[in-house]
């Protein structure tokens, strides 16, 4: 019965390491998110995909890459870990753009 | 661009006591929506209460009210009666509606509830 749901809840891998990050919502809403929240709680926006189409993609490294296979999923892979790259990352869904978006229970991201 | 500022990083309240955590927001644009979320030290972000621009009426939501004051640019969140399990940070947050959206946090406020 989860709205919005994220795989894994904890990742933890090495400097330079590949690894993706599954979001899946089952509300039918249209628009998808990825946001990121650092070590002092402070949560920015990263990509935004409606019905599959990307529509946000804020000043993110190109070692990030959203995938979005259906209006359902949206996945996020990251290419060559830095440290700084860990973080909790949030999923979210909204019916409207500019309506009540909703999140996942994120995925905490420990880069060693 | 959007800004929005929370200047009360803690907050103490005592049970069944009103809290009010404040937010101003900044931008130019006439038509957007305000929002407010609770985080508790589990993780997830729980989504509490909505105000669009446009409307004449503050939003309330249970125990949760937003007192929207357009011409100070601010959405006060308040909390009736708090209760043990209102402890968490709260973050204000805020959207342009009609374009592609993203949501504009701000830097959230920690309420801690006591008895």
């Known amino acids: 019965d989860t709205a919005v749901s994220q795989t894994p809840k904890y990742l933890v891998t090495q400097m330079g390491n590949d690894k993706s990050i599954k979001c899946e919502q089952n509300?039918?809403?249209?628009?998808m998110y990825w946001y990121k929240q650092d070590s002092k709680k402070f949560l920015k926006i990263m990509f935004s995909?409606?019905?599959?189409?990307?529509?946000i993609n804020e000043t993110v490294p190109n070692r990030f890459s959203p995938k979005s296979p259906d209006k359902a999923h949206l996945n996020l892979h990251i290419n060559s870990l830095e440290l700084g790259d860990s973080a909790v990352y949030f999923c979210?869904?909204?019916?409207?753009?500019?309506?009540?978006?909703?999140f996942g229970p994120g995925t905490r991201l420990t880069v060693t | 661009a959007q800004k929005i500022t929370q200047t009360q990083p803690g907050m103490f309240v005592q049970e069944k006591e009103a809290v009010t955590l404040d937010c101003t927001y900044d931008?130019?644009?006439?038509?957007?929506?305000l929002f407010w979320y609770k985080q508790p030290s589990s993780g997830e972000m729980i989504f509490l209460i909505y105000?669009?621009?446009?409307?004449?009426q503050n939003a309330t939501e249970g125990r949760y009210s937003l007192n929207f004051q357009k011409a100070r640019k601010s959405a006060n969140l308040v909390i009736s009666a708090s209760q043990l399990g209102d402890s968490a940070m709260y973050f204000c947050?805020?959207?342009?509606?009609?374009?592609?959206?993203?949501?504009?946090f701000g830097t959230g406020t920690r309420l801690q509830v006591t008895l």
């Open positions: 947050a805020m959207t342009l509606t009609g374009t592609a959206s993203k949501l504009t």
């Open positions: 979210a869904s909204s019916q409207l753009q500019g309506g009540e978006q909703y």
């Open positions: 105000q669009g621009s446009y409307d004449q």
């Open positions: 931008t130019s644009d006439p038509s957007y929506g």
């Open positions: 995909y409606n019905n599959k189409e990307l529509i």
């Open positions: 509300l039918g809403h249209d628009t």
